[in-house]
DNA sequence: ATGAATAATTTCTACCGCGAAACTAATTAC
DNA sequence: GTAATTAGTTTCGCGGTAGAAATTATTCAT
């Protein structure tokens, strides 16, 4: 119901293969609850009693996602369904535990978030349990009980995950793969992200959370990456690493928007990095159809502007690494927006939220 | 059981999470059907009542698989848990379905294999409902109903499926990847396929069967494959091509065995042909271990003697390929036996065989 | 032998979810 | 107003499953 919208009781219950007395009886629980409630009848001339579509109530309860760098802590507030309300920024103090929750203390303050029912945090690393950052190398952490830490100091149930992690979660439960069960995602911005959604669930392995999706081989003339990697995904595709290249043919600093700009308008200097970072997501997208065998590909992050300017050549150079019988490759792009990362902190917390509902016989 | 071996009633009751009182009632069925015997009494020592193990009655049935090409039908008889007892060929007298049930016949009484319980097909090509070939390049079949074909002829329940999904399917239940949930399988010989497995499933979609795995980009100043793609897999790792390049340089035409003598002695022509195949082959692993989160590798196909010969190579091409702080890649290398293939349609007759037996219910 | 320990079985009961059938509700068609 | 139609509810019993507790089986230790 989350991820499909309203539906009535009766076409629920086709599509589980039960009968409409079950939905009479398992729908019951949640509706005294309050986390469900009947839609408005329709009116389609149709002989009959009405249905009255059931749905999730969206605005019974407000999420607080937060995303978490190196020097900002990025805050939206959501209803259920994670849409975006409002959002706030604030810098960070220092890189200590305190530092990151009294920004978090700001956002709530700033975003009126005195009221949500649950924290959602986002981390650039590895974390587990949805509360442990095992690492996080930009704030140099190693082993911090964030989550812990969170509900102890806000008083609400608190989850932490990996940031593409949460981003692809968004994407697979309330975003532009709703309801898919085979996509990956990439993030493009101050690194590359990749996620993976398999058979309906998300692929988490011990490497989730090192960025590998990050530094996979693309181009062996493209420049290196701050690993030594030569032509990798960071090097091609990073916002760092196409200004620095640009930077370096056009005798000045620029930044991503005037970059794009440049490339939009026809300079050739900025024409030919944004095109050669295209023709290298190209291949990424390609490499990820190939052989994660889906046909999706969702592309967010704040970098996904090199999209918009360079389609085709996105398009050119999956098609040349892509066999011409097999499904062509959707590309669903997000928006170029930063509260994405936030967003997929609040959809984690609204996912586990919804994993302690698992079943009407709990809330009887 | 099938995949893990003999357990006790205990030791599965508590993995299953139910009582032993459970496990009786459940395993009884089984067990006055013959599917299931129990093994040996453990003399270990221990104070107690000694635990009878439950086993799948591994020679209860045989199975026939066969594995269908342009040219010959490979036939394999098998036990349950797919160990080959063995094995024959026949060469085809043309391209109709009827060339192909007669060389079956061939195979059945060949392998005196008249009693087997089901008959497993596989071919490459592409398949739908264990049964349809919808197509098939090397015999230039268009939807014919194969599976439906044998059973008429033969009298037992057949199944058919692509060739490399059969081999995958193999390795999951019996093979070198036993009960791993994520692993990709990567075979060489007249093409190269590519199987994967995420969250204990096979990955199938609507481009499966149509050997997409072959034409993965790896080197773009390979040669040519068929369809016109350099440095594609097919081009870099197929045994035709890798021997049509030793012909090259060598002044004569050279086979595969030959091809890897010569390399293996040192010839230089031979020894670069087959490094850089080897090259190849681990970016294809590597990019596979990236991009689709796996980290165990099945190769198989009868060109795999390719990685015997190089393996420092594939090994070092892996490396340059991964993240350092990935896990790393483990190979895991199957016989460079035809047979392999036959066995993967074996594997998936005792698969769905055993789909047919799902519960204890049915049995009672 | 006897007792302790462990495995497996039997017996018995609880219970739980599901759906058939009958019923109520709300609409349109005439 | 009445009939037809579809949605949703209530009642009630069936079927199936699980596990607690008692029992039986089989070993080792002494």
């Avoid at 009980?145 to 149930?157: N, V």
Wanted: aromatic share 4%; with cysteine; net charge negative.
């Amino acid at each position: 119901m989350l991820i499909h919208g309203p539906i009535a009781r009766g076409e629920l219950g086709r599509r589980l293969g039960l009968s409409p007395a079950s939905l009479t009886r398992l729908s019951r629980p949640f509706l005294d609850h309050g986390i469900l409630v009947e839609g408005q009848e329709r009116q389609d001339g149709a002989v009959g009693r009405p249905v009255k579509p059931l749905d999730v109530r969206v605005d019974a309860q407000r999420m607080l996602g937060v995303k978490i760098t190196g020097e900002h802590v990025f805050g939206v507030v959501t209803d259920l369904r994670a849409t975006v309300g409002a959002s706030a920024t604030t810098r960070l103090a220092g890189h200590g535990v305190d530092d990151v929750l009294d920004g978090i203390q700001k956002l709530i303050d700033d975003l009126d978030a005195h009221d949500v029912a649950a924290i959602g945090a986002s981390i650039g690393g590895k974390v587990t349990g949805s509360s442990l950052v095992v690492r996080a190398p930009f704030l140099d952490w190693h082993d911090v009980d964030l989550g812990t830490a969170i509900e102890e100091r806000f008083g609400r149930p608190a989850t932490v995950e990996n940031d593409v992690v949460a981003l692809t979660t968004a994407e697979q439960w309330f975003g532009h793969a709703r309801g898919v069960d085979n996509f990956s995602v990439v993030t493009i911005g101050a690194g590359v992200g990749y996620g993976l959604v398999v058979h309906g669930r998300q692929v988490i392995t011990s490497d989730t959370g090192l960025g590998l999706g990050g530094h996979f081989p693309l181009d062996n003339t493209g420049p290196l990456c701050i690993d030594g990697h030569r032509g990798c995904s960071s090097a091609m595709l990073s916002i760092g690493s196409m200004c620095s290249s640009a930077g370096v043919g056009l005798g000045r600093s620029v930044d991503y928007d005037e970059l794009l700009a440049l490339a939009a308008e026809g300079n050739a200097v900025a024409r030919q990095v944004v095109e050669t970072s295209a023709r290298a997501l190209g291949r990424l997208i390609a490499a990820s159809a190939n052989l994660a065998m889906v046909d999706i590909v969702v592309l967010s992050g704040e970098g996904i502007g090199l999209v918009e300017v360079a389609e085709d050549v996105v398009r050119a150079a999956i098609e040349s690494d892509r066999d011409p019988d097999a499904l062509p490759v959707q590309i669903r792009r997000t928006d170029a927006d930063f509260t994405s990362w936030a967003r997929g902190a609040a959809a984690v917390a609204i996912e586990s939220g919804f994993g302690l509902i698992p079943s009407a016989a709990t809330l009887r």
